[in-house]
């Protein structure tokens, strides 16, 4: 039987919604089904970054694109970008963080595959105190010393040149609801996570079924957090682990990088 491919480029937001992804995806897309995903925690889509003893690659730089390059390019294929906006709180310009999703474009036009993208959820950054602000900031990119108005700003602009970009390119682009978040302004809320899913997916083409079923929990945050991609740095150590790293039966497997 024919496979059909799931690439997702992101970094938090998938990392921690992942098992929910791999709940949600293998009920509205054909099996078997091959999941290819460079995310994880503080991910960049142009530069190394690190989360706490963790580093990892630059997205643009990890091994997800020449195991593309070498895989099948008959398989059914549908892309998805998001956590764009992860990298405004490391400094990088708009035009810098475009550069780098129109080099990902690129790429997964090789596939053939239809792409979508999700915008910057400006609603929780418009309305987003600075107490909160700083308080995130610290936490998630503690070596950050951007301001919230610079960060508002440069949200408003990038979301605006995503729009073009999605339009100019054929691209789907996907706002992002008020609804999918609560206190945390950068993360999905727990809940809502099946939704999201489901909305990308279908938006996509696939088809639909009632998500509501399909839970979502801290374990399935936490599920996948010792599962490792192909490459990282753990307390400065080199490690590398053969993909597919996961394995559902016959019909899902899932490669990380």
């Known amino acids: 039987m024919k496979p059909h491919r799931l690439i997702v480029l992101g970094a938090s937001n998938v990392a921690k919604s992942l098992e929910v992804l791999l709940n949600v995806a293998p009920r509205m897309m054909p099996k078997p089904l091959e999941v290819y995903a460079a995310i ?25 694109w ?23 709180l490391y400094d990088q310009s708009v035009d810098q963080i475009i550069d780098w999703v129109e080099q990902c474009i690129i ?21 987003l105190a600075p107490y909160k ?12 010393r951007l301001q919230l108005q610079t960060v508002q700003e440069r949200a408003e602009a990038l979301d605006v040149r995503l729009q073009q970009l999605a339009n100019d390119d054929d691209i789907t682009f996907i706002p992002q609801k ?3 978040y609560g206190f945390d302004p950068i993360h ?9 899913w489901h909305t990308i997916l279908s938006t996509l083409g696939h088809a639909t079924f009632d998500y509501s079923r399909v839970h979502s929990s801290f374990f399935h945050s936490m599920k996948h957090w010792r599962t490792r991609p192909a490459s990282r740095t753990l307390f400065g ?20 990088y």
């Open 66 to 88: 020449p195991v593309l390059k070498k895989g099948n390019n008959e398989a059914e294929t549908s892309c998805v970008i998001t956590d764009v906006g992860n990298d405004l």
């Open 178 to 180: 008020p609804e999918w």
């Open 237 to 256: 150590f080199q490690q590398t682990q053969t993909q597919p790293s996961i394995h559902r039966g016959e019909h899902l497997t899932v490669a990380l």
């Open 107 to 127: 790429r997964l036009r090789q596939t053939e595959g239809r792409i979508a993208i999700t915008g910057i959820p400006l609603s929780c950054v418009r309305s």
């Open 40 to 64: 994880g925690r503080g991910r960049s889509y142009g530069v190394a970054s690190k989360f706490l003893f963790r580093g990892l690659p630059g997205i643009l730089e990890s091994e997800l």
């Open 188 to 196: 999905w809320k727990q809940a809502k996570r099946p939704e999201v």
């Open 133 to 144: 602000f700083k308080a995130f900031r610290t936490m998630m990119f503690p070596r950050s």
